[in-house]
């Protein structure tokens, strides 16, 4: 079974529905600022991304991806019910309905929050102790940790992570709201 359609009448959350165990692919194109795509859900668990020729099974470059479909109002879909052999390895074993819930709930948060972003230009540092938060599941905070020690910007931190500007500032305005990050300026003191 095949269903077809845009993503004006038929928003990704919607389409996210028809899966719930289902197993398929389903592929999107012509979104705007992002690149073709076809998602492998097995069993209504997503458990690869691919986009072109590359399968994308990193946790913190999938949700990426998933943020600018759930964002994206325009494109078109296919839909097809089908058996497969997962193509990544390892693959990505996510509840699609919840991280699609999830992650609607973050796009809610970055969209609300927009003054409260950090500029991307700005160096922030480490200056709580992330011990007394339970950081350890953060694939923003395990991959970005080592850059923050030194002094990272938004910018730097997007690139080396191979995730969205929008993304990465986000994840540092939720570490500096934590108290785990400051702006590096914060923390220099002035001599007179």
Known sequence: MVISGNLRESPFQTLVGHFQDKTGVLELWNMPDLRDCKLWVKRGHLRCIEIGKDYIADPLKARDILLGIIAAREGAFELTYTDFKTPCDPALHWPLERVITSLSLIEEDITLRTIEMPAPDVSYVICGDEELLDLKN????????????????????????????KLACYYLARLEWLGVVKPAADLLEIEF
């Open 138 to 165: 953060s694939f923003f905070w395990k991959r970005a940790k080592s850059m923050l020690q030194h002094g990272a910007t938004a910018e730097q931190i997007a690139k080396q992570l191979g995730i969205s500007l």
